[in-house]
């Protein structure tokens, strides 16, 4: 069994930077995806960005909409995924969830996770 817990949400305003934590625990992962998804009301849960780790190589995906603006990076010691997101936007603001899962997969889908963080509220004001 895997924990997930996320940490890093808050307010800033537009144009601003947070770093999110998501740290597993539980078990030891070796080859796993880690996955960024966000939900803002009324909408469906959205694909934000994933990292895969095969033994030492990590592969990293991002949605278009947060494509050089947001970066996912991991620290193996501490067990923990970041996701770095700069130039913030009103429309980044939502309920960020982290997600994991062992095996490698492309990551895109909710639906590819078994593991899930409670969420951390990101709210971007303009």
């Known amino acids: 069994q895997v924990q997930l817990v996320e940490s890093g949400g808050g307010l800033v305003q537009a144009g601003g930077s947070l770093r999110l934590s998501c740290a597993a625990s539980?078990?030891?992962?070796?080859?796993?995806?880690m996955g960024w998804f966000r939900q803002a009301p009324g909408k469906e849960r959205e694909f934000v960005a994933v990292l895969r780790s095969r033994w030492s190589d990590v592969t990293t995906d991002y949605s278009d909409s947060v494509k050089g603006r947001f970066t996912v990076s991991r620290d193996t010691a501490r067990n923990t995924v970041y996701l770095q997101m700069s130039s913030l936007k009103p429309e980044d603001t939502a309920v960020y969830y982290c997600a994991g899962n062992l095996g490698l997969r492309s990551g895109h889908a909710p639906n590819e996770y078994v593991y899930w963080g409670q969420g951390t509220q990101v709210t971007v004001s303009s």
């Open positions: 539980g078990r030891t992962l070796t080859n796993y995806i």
